[in-house]
């Protein structure tokens, strides 16, 4: 547990960050386990697969099936006992251990997805790095019916990719350094703030400051509602521009009431502009509460 949660360190993957909190909690890492062990100075990243780090005792590796059958003597396989995520750990050729983790689905999920079909959203697809079976699973329970499973980077990528060629404008929700590639070849993209990697929040389009899947929808809403409202504020700044323009030319309007109705018009939009304060989350976002 202790090499484990070392290598897991120089990773930002979710399942990392997982066991790293997890032998913390469980006080894993100890100083003699390092002086056994000898410390390593860096542990490189595969995205998507897996770190690996060279020590005394060999190749520390720690990843996925695919990435330890490249450093494991004999074939290696993900157990199909263990539904969700499973990690396996490796030294200089031998399979130490596997870590399993549960898929916990959040509790807003569901309510988000549909809020996005009601807007209008209706091919969703959840891709994942995830095996087949857990991702189908998961997908299941939230309406979700195109899986893209076992998923490396360049894969959402090219999922992505395929979209935008075939016409459609994509929006892309992300957090991890996995989705990086996806979040910025997207038509639109979302990064969910709180839990984001910061190279994942700055190439996004749009950042959630707070991890509520519910902000989804009403970010559209407000999007929607902005691109609206500045439409008819040209219109009104175009037309009440005109109507003065033509009185004026025809005498009926004086200089001074030219400059104050010029005016006018300037405090009608930015008033239309400011209906948009209007827009809150508290008729968005219902509280949940979890026991």
């Known amino acids: 547990m202790s090499l484990a949660a070392r290598l897991a360190t120089g990773s930002a993957h979710p399942v990392s960050r997982a066991l790293t909190r997890y ?5 894993a890492v100890t100083a003699a386990d390092e002086i056994e062990i000898a410390p390593f100075e860096r542990a490189l990243e595969r995205r998507g697969l897996g770190v690996i780090a060279q020590t005394l005792k060999g190749a520390a590796v720690l990843g996925r099936a695919e990435w330890l059958q490249e450093h494991v003597n004999g074939h290696v396989q993900a157990p199909e006992t263990i539904d969700g995520p499973c990690v396996g750990l490796a030294l200089d050729g031998k399979l130490l251990a596997r ?3 549960a898929d916990a689905l959040r509790a807003e999920a569901a309510d988000a997805l549909a809020e996005l079909r009601v807007l209008g959203l209706v091919r969703q697809t959840l891709l994942t790095g995830d095996r087949e079976a857990v991702a189908r699973k998961m997908a299941a329970q939230v309406g979700i019916d195109t899986v893209v499973a076992q998923a490396l980077p360049h894969d959402k990528l090219d999922y992505v990719m395929y979209e935008l060629e075939a016409g ?10 996995n989705d990086v590639l996806a979040i910025k070849a997207g038509a639109i993209s979302i990064a969910m703030g709180e839990r984001g990697i910061d190279i994942a929040v700055t190439s996004a389009d749009i950042v959630l400051l707070a991890d509520d899947l519910r902000r989804i929808p009403t970010c559209i809403r407000l999007g929607r509602r902005c691109r ?3 439409t008819v504020n040209a219109a009104i700044g175009m037309a009440w521009t005109v109507a003065i323009i033509a009185l004026a030319a025809l005498g009926v309007l004086v200089a001074l009431w030219v400059a104050v109705l010029h005016n006018v018009g300037t405090f009608v939009v930015i008033a239309n502009a400011g209906r948009l304060l209007r827009i809150g989350e508290a008729a968005e976002i219902r509280t ?3 026991e």
């Open 23 to 27: 032998a913390e909690s469980a006080h």
């Open 99 to 101: 870590f399993g983790f």
């Open 168 to 177: 459609r404008h994509p929006l892309v929700v992300g957090d991890g350094l």
């Open 288 to 290: 949940t509460a979890i």
């Open 228 to 230: 609206q409202t500045a």
